[in-house]
């Protein structure tokens, strides 16, 4: 629950703002993907970044501790930002 709150507020950040609305599917997607995929899919998924390794060896930690909330719950949270992302192109 502690990792909870500050996905939510960087997701609303990052898809709310309207200098980045064009953005929020994109973004929305890549999220939900990051609570859904598994390691091995999001790594894939993670690539097409092309960000040095530091950075994506520091994301799948924190995959990790996104993985230690319940599927449930995660699946809630996508829930939730699939409604933030359709305010956004209201």
């Known amino acids: 629950m502690r990792l909870f709150l500050p996905v939510l507020l960087v997701t609303l950040a ?3 703002c309207e200098t980045n609305a064009a953005a929020c599917p ?3 997607t890549d999220i939900a993907n990051f609570f ?3 390691d091995s899919l999001f790594k894939l998924q993670l690539s097409k970044y ?3 390794p530091e950075a994506k060896d520091a994301t799948m930690q924190v995959k990790q501790c996104i993985n230690e909330i319940s599927a449930g719950d ?3 949270i996508t829930e939730t930002l ?3 992302v359709l305010q ?3």
């Open 88 to 90: 956004c192109g209201a």
């Open 74 to 76: 995660r699946y809630i």
């Open 26 to 28: 994109a973004v929305a």
């Open 14 to 16: 990052l898809c709310c």
């Open 82 to 84: 699939g409604k933030i």
């Open 50 to 52: 092309q960000a040095p």
């Open 36 to 38: 859904l995929l598994p």
